[in-house]
C-alpha cells in the first residue's frame, strides 16, 4: 500500500510540473502587460522595458520557469508583483479560509447525502418522495439565490449570522463556525443533490441484489443489511461523486468568497488573474493540483478500505 | 512668491451653527494646529471599499480607494482638503521662484515617523529621489524634477526642469508622500509600511488583502482631523456584499451602486451623493489622424460629439447617478466652464452634415478595445455612432491586458472611466504631449502656448483662469468626446457623516467625520 501511495503521490507531482509548465507558458504572453500595469497608465515601452528586466520577465521563458520552479520545490513561491506580499504565506493564508467553508461543506453533504439517500432507497414511500424532491430542488436552485436568500433572512432580517467576513478558528471557533454557516450551506446544496440522487439509486440497486435477500433470510436485521453491507458497497461510486464534488466546490468557492467576502483562496485566484499577478497565479495552480491529487488519493483509499474489491493489489 | 495659507479664517463664523461640526472636521485637516482631543474619539470608522490595496513601499503606492489606507499612514507634504484647495500637510509652507523652476518647502517640526525618527528634509529628499528614480505609477508625476536639495532640517529645494503646473497637487498624492529612510528600501515596507501619519497600521489585526486596521496615533501633529480612534478598512469587492455587510452593522460607511440607494435610505443610513467622481471619455486619441485619418478633423470630431444622447445616457444607463458633459474636468474644480455644456447638443442630423462636409458621407469604420469597464457602454456607443454612419468594431481586451492594449496606438478611439482630479493633473494627463491619455502625442499651437502660461503661473488663481482657457479649446476643437460624470453615493451609518461634495476626489480619511447621533 506504501508503495501505492508513493506511486501516486509521485504521478501527481509529475501533473504538478506540467500543469504548472502549461500555465506559465500561457501566461508569458502578457508579461508586457505585468510591466505596463504595474507602471500605470503613465507606461511607456522604454519604462516597460525598463520594468521587465527588472522583474527578470525579460529572459527566455523556460529559464524563468527553470527559475520558478527550482524556487519553488525549496518552498519559495515568491511574491506578489503588486503587494509584495510571499506568496506561500499569502496561500497558507487563504487556504485555511477556503478549506474551512469546503471542507465542511464537503462533510455536510457527505453525512447529509448519506442519511437522506439510505432513507429514500431503504423505505420508500413519501421519504423517498420527499428526498428525490429536495434534490430536484437543490438541482434547480443555484447556489447564488440560495445564498442571497440566506444572507438576508440569517444576517439582516434576523442577525443571527454575519453577512460577510471571517474569523480564524485559532481566534473563536465560535465566531469561526458562524463566519462560514451561510457560505456552507450555499455550497453543499448542489452537493447534496447530486450526492442524495447518487446514493439512493446505488443503494436501490444493492438491496435488489441476491446477497442482501440471502443476508435477510439468514435474520440479519435490515439496520444491518442496509448500514454494514449495502452501503459499504454502494460508496464506491458515491465516493468518486464526492471527490468530484470538492473539485466542483473550490471551483464555487470562487464565487462564494466574493459573495461573502471571505479572503480565501478563490477570490485571490480572480483578483491575481485580472492583474495577471504571476507568482500568485502560479502558486495557487501548484496548491489547487496539490490539493486535487490528495483529495483523490484519500477517496481511493478510503474506497479501498470500505470495499475490498476497491483495493489494488 | 509664497502661496498663502487660505484656511486661515474661522470657519465658524461663516458656517450656520447646525453644520458647524461637519465643517469643522472637514477643515481640520488643515488648520494646521496640533493637540486636542478630537469630539468622537474613540469611535471606530468601519470602511468598505473596492479594490485591494497595492504595496506600500512609496515608490508603488496608487490613488482610488486603496488611498484611504496608504494616506493614513503617509504624511503628504501637502494636503488636498475637502474643498479640493491645496493647504499644508508635511510642509506648512512653499514658494515658487519668480520663474517657477525652482518650488522651495519648508518642512514642519516636531513630526516622527512611527519608528521615533524624526521626519527631516534629507527624509523628504531620500523619498521624493527614490520615487523619482524608481520605476512605478508615480515615477511620471515627478519627471519634470532635476534635483532634490536639502537646506537645513527643515527646508527643501526642489530645482524643475521646465515648469510643470501638475508639480504641486501631485505632492498633495502618493508622489508626496514621506517614507522613512531607514526602512523605505527593505522589503518590509511594502506590507509593514514606515510612515509619520495620522494612523499606525496594526499588523496583528491586519490581513492582507482583506482587512486593514488602523490605530490613531496620539502624537500626530493634526490629530483633531482624525475624529475616529480606530480605522478598520475592508476589502469588499462585490457591490451586493458591501450592501449586505453595511445593513448587518458589520461596516458603517462605504460607496454602493444607485439601484441600493432608496433602501439603505429607508433603512436609517445616511446617504450623501457626489455627482461627479470619474467621467466616462469617449477618447479621440488620434486627433492628428495618423492612424485614423478622419479622426484629423476637427468636423468629424464635432460630429462624434453630437452623437451622444447625454441626457438619455445618464438617466437609463447610470439611472441617474451621474451628469451630462463635454468637459473632462471635475465640475467643482477650476478649469470646468458650465457655459461650454452647450458646445454640442444631440443632433444626429448636423453631425452627419458635418460628416459629409469632411468628405465622409458614408462615415467609415474604427476598431475600439472592448475593456472590462466598457461593456455596459458598448452597445449605446455602437448605436450612437452607427447612427451618424461610424462603425464600431470592439475587440476584446483582457483585462490585465488595458493598460499596454490603450497604450500601444492601435486603437484611434477608446472609452475610458477615468476618476477626476485637479486641472493640472487632469491637463498633464489627458492633453499634455506626453499625457497617458494623449497615446499618439498630438498638440497644437494655440494649446501649447497656453500649457506653457499655465505651468509658469505661480498665481492660483491666474493658473486656473488659464486652466478653463486650456479646457475651452479642448472642448471646442473636440479633442475628445466626453459623455457623462458619473458620481459616487456614500452610505453612512447614523453618527457619521460623508463630508466631500465632490471638490476634492482624494480619497483621504478626512472626508469622514462624526455627527451627533
Redo the contacts between chains.
Keep these: 500500500m506504501i508503495s501505492y501511495v508513493l506511486r501516486r503521490l509521485g504521478t501527481g507531482l509529475v501533473l504538478a510540473v506540467l500543469v504548472t509548465l502549461i500555465t506559465f507558458l500561457l501566461l508569458c504572453t502578457?508579461f508586457?502587460?505585468?510591466a505596463?500595469?504595474?507602471?500605470?497608465?503613465?507606461?511607456?515601452p522604454e519604462?516597460?522595458q525598463?520594468?521587465k528586466a527588472?522583474m527578470g520577465l525579460d529572459r527566455p521563458v523556460l529559464t524563468q520557469y527553470a527559475d520558478w520552479l527550482s524556487h519553488a520545490v525549496r518552498g519559495d513561491l515568491g511574491a506578489s508583483y503588486?503587494?509584495?506580499?510571499p506568496v506561500r504565506s499569502?496561500l497558507s493564508?487563504r487556504l485555511g479560509v477556503t478549506l474551512s467553508v469546503v471542507l465542511a461543506a464537503l462533510l455536510l453533504t457527505a453525512a447529509i447525502s448519506v442519511v437522506l439517500g439510505v432513507m429514500a432507497a431503504s423505505r420508500g414511500g413519501a421519504v423517498d418522495r420527499v428526498a428525490q424532491g429536495a434534490s430536484l430542488i437543490g438541482f434547480l436552485v443555484p447556489n447564488l439565490l440560495i445564498a442571497?436568500v440566506l444572507?438576508y433572512v440569517l444576517?439582516?432580517e434576523l442577525?443571527w449570522l454575519?453577512?460577510?467576513?471571517?474569523t480564524p478558528f485559532a481566534e473563536d471557533p465560535g465566531s469561526w463556525a458562524t463566519s462560514i454557516a451561510i457560505p456552507v450551506a450555499a455550497l453543499m446544496v448542489p452537493g447534496i443533490a447530486n450526492l442524495t440522487a447518487q446514493i439512493r439509486g446505488a443503494m436501490i440497486g444493492e438491496l435488489r441484489k441476491d446477497y442482501v435477500r440471502t443476508l435477510r433470510t439468514r435474520g440479519v436485521s435490515t439496520r444491518s443489511v442496509v448500514l454494514r453491507h449495502a452501503l459499504r458497497n454502494a460508496a464506491g461510486p458515491a465516493l468518486t461523486v464526492l471527490s468530484l464534488e470538492f473539485v466542483q466546490m473550490l471551483g464555487g468557492a470562487l464565487i462564494i468568497e466574493?459573495?461573502?467576502?471571505l479572503?480565501g483562496f478563490g477570490?485571490?485566484a480572480f483578483?491575481a488573474?485580472?492583474?495577471?499577478d504571476v507568482p500568485i497565479i502560479m502558486g495557487i495552480t501548484l496548491f489547487g493540483v496539490l490539493l486535487v491529487v490528495c483529495v483523490n488519493l484519500a477517496v481511493d483509499l478510503v474506497n479501498g478500505w470500505l470495499n475490498p474489491k476497491a483495493r489494488v493489489h | 512668491m509664497r502661496i498663502r495659507f487660505p484656511l486661515a479664517r474661522p470657519l465658524s463664523r461663516v458656517a450656520p451653527v447646525a453644520i458647524a461640526t461637519t465643517v469643522l472636521f472637514s477643515t481640520t485637516a488643515c488648520d494646521g494646529q496640533s493637540g486636542g482631543t478630537a469630539p468622537g474619539s474613540g469611535r471606530t470608522l468601519s470602511l468598505a471599499i473596492i479594490g485591494?490595496?497595492?504595496?506600500f513601499?512609496p515608490t508603488?503606492l496608487?490613488e482610488g480607494q486603496q488611498t484611504y489606507i496608504w494616506d493614513s499612514v503617509y504624511d503628504t507634504l501637502l494636503i488636498q482638503d475637502n474643498e479640493g484647495r491645496l493647504v499644508p500637510g508635511a510642509a506648512e509652507s512653499w514658494e515658487y521662484s519668480d520663474d517657477a523652476r525652482v518650488l522651495t518647502l519648508q518642512i514642519r517640526k516636531g513630526m516622527k515617523f512611527t519608528s521615533g525618527t524624526p521626519v527631516t528634509s534629507a527624509a523628504v529628499k531620500a523619498t521624493l529621489d527614490r520615487v523619482r528614480t524608481t520605476?512605478?505609477?508615480n515615477?511620471?508625476?515627478l519627471a519634470a524634477v532635476a534635483s532634490v536639495e536639502t537646506s537645513g532640517d527643515h527646508s527643501v529645494v526642489i530645482k524643475l526642469k521646465r515648469p510643470d503646473g501638475s508639480l504641486l497637487p501631485a505632492l498633495s498624492g502618493a508622489p508626496g508622500v514621506i517614507g522613512d529612510p531607514k526602512t523605505m528600501t527593505s522589503?518590509s515596507a511594502?506590507?509593514n509600511p514606515v510612515g509619520s501619519g495620522p494612523y499606525t497600521l496594526d499588523k496583528g489585526a491586519t490581513?492582507?488583502?482583506?482587512?486593514y486596521v488602523l490605530k490613531r496615533r496620539d502624537d500626530y501633529w493634526n490629530k483633531k482631523a482624525y475624529p475616529f480612534s480606530t480605522v478598520k478598512v475592508?476589502?469588499?469587492?462585490?457591490r451586493?456584499?458591501?450592501v449586505?455587510?453595511l445593513?448587518?452593522?458589520?461596516v458603517n460607511a462605504g460607496s454602493v451602486e444607485t439601484a441600493q440607494v432608496s433602501t439603505l435610505e429607508s433603512s436609517g443610513f445616511e446617504v450623501k451623493h457626489v455627482e461627479a467622481t470619474a467621467a466616462g471619455v469617449l477618447v479621440l486619441a488620434d486627433r492628428g489622424g495618423s492612424k485614423l485619418k478622419p479622426l484629423g478633423d476637427v468636423r468629424v470630431r464635432k460630429a462624434i460629439n453630437m452623437a451622444f444622447d447625454r441626457d438619455k445616457i445618464v438617466k437609463q444607463i447610470l439611472r441617474g447617478g451621474g451628469k451630462p458633459t463635454v468637459q473632462v474636468f471635475n465640475p467643482k474644480g477650476d478649469a470646468y466652464d458650465p457655459a461650454l455644456e452647450k458646445t454640442y447638443t444631440y443632433d444626429p442630423a448636423e453631425a452627419k452634415r458635418l460628416l459629409a462636409e469632411a468628405g465622409y458621407p458614408d462615415g467609415f469604420s474604427v476598431p475600439m478595445p472592448s475593456l472590462?469597464y466598457t461593456k455596459p457602454f458598448e452597445p449605446t456607443i455602437v448605436q450612437s455612432l452607427k447612427e451618424i454612419g461610424i462603425t464600431v468594431k470592439w475587440e476584446t481586451v483582457?483585462?490585465?491586458?488595458?493598460?499596454?492594449a490603450?497604450?500601444s496606438k492601435k486603437y484611434p478611439m477608446f472609452f475610458t472611466m477615468?476618476g477626476l482630479s485637479t486641472a493640472p493633473i487632469e491637463v498633464r494627463?489627458n492633453f499634455n504631449p506626453t499625457g497617458?491619455?494623449n497615446v499618439f502625442g498630438t498638440t497644437e499651437e494655440r494649446f501649447d502656448s497656453l500649457l506653457t502660461r499655465a505651468n509658469s503661473e505661480v498665481d492660483p488663481a491666474a493658473a486656473a483662469k488659464t486652466y478653463k482657457e486650456l479646457n475651452a479649446f479642448t472642448v471646442e476643437n473636440a479633442w475628445n468626446a466626453p459623455v457623462f460624470y458619473v458620481g459616487t453615493h456614500w452610505v453612512t451609518k447614523k453618527g457619521i457623516r460623508y463630508l466631500g461634495d465632490g471638490s476634492s476626489t482624494f480619497s483621504t480619511i478626512r472626508q469622514f467625520g462624526v455627527t451627533d447621533q
Design positions: 502578457s508586457d502587460d505585468v505596463s500595469t504595474i507602471l500605470g497608465s503613465g507606461a511607456t519604462g516597460i525598463a520594468q527588472q503588486f503587494t509584495a506580499e499569502a493564508a442571497i444572507v444576517a439582516i442577525k454575519p453577512a460577510t467576513g471571517y466574493k459573495v461573502f467576502a479572503p477570490s485571490y483578483d488573474s485580472l492583474q495577471g | 485591494t490595496p497595492n504595496s513601499d508603488q496608487i520605476s512605478g505609477p515615477q511620471v508625476a522589503k511594502a506590507l490581513v492582507n488583502g482583506s482587512v475592508r476589502v469588499i469587492a462585490d451586493t456584499a458591501s449586505n455587510a445593513k448587518a452593522g458589520e472590462v483582457p483585462a490585465q491586458q488595458t493598460n499596454s490603450l497604450i477615468d494627463n497617458t491619455r
